[in-house]
């Protein structure tokens, strides 16, 4: 398999699954889940990582990244790595892959209240409009490079080219939720 379909291939899971994600927030889909991880709970009278990060990205991307790689990647196996089969654990390990993702943008979302900056926003001032800008579009990308890289077991050369594509697609992604009006 060429190089490209190849990173295609590891981009998909993660990349359906989130626009599903997209698609529940868009729609409301889960709205018993929409529970701040917080809880509401404050920091030097700050939110800790505010409304926008709830239960529901901790269920529903593990969920729909987990039914995405096996609907996505599972016939394509022999070109993944060697254990990667249609099995329970494929469905954890791409489990894991989305949970990584929603778990990557915590610190950023964290460092991000600790700045005043709102939930769902952007920083306005230079340089942290550029800062959180990088970070937002790599954060989750680094969690999901780990996984693929210590459960996956993938060479780190096709993860070191995905974070530029990734980053270009999580702008993309971004972009769109604009427009959905669930970013500002």
Known sequence: MDLLRYLALLTAPVLFG??????????E????????????????????????KTYLGLVAMPA????????IAAPFSRYVSS????????????????????????????????LDIPPGRRGDRLPFRVIFDILDAIDS????GLVYLFVFRLDIYPLILLLPIGGLIHLATDWWMRQLRLKR
């Open 141 to 144: 990308l680094l969690a999901v």
């Open 29 to 52: 889909v889960g709205k018993a889940l929409k529970i701040p991880i917080d809880g509401g709970r404050t920091i030097r009278g700050r939110p800790i990582l505010g409304a926008n």
């Open 83 to 114: 254990g990667f089969q249609k099995s329970p654990g494929t469905l954890i390990a791409f489990g894991m892959l989305g949970l990584a993702y929603a778990l990557g943008e915590i610190p950023n979302s964290f460092l991000k209240r600790q």
């Open 18 to 27: 989130g626009l599903a994600f997209i698609l529940m927030l868009h729609y």
């Open 64 to 71: 729909l990244t987990a039914l995405s790689g096996l609907l």
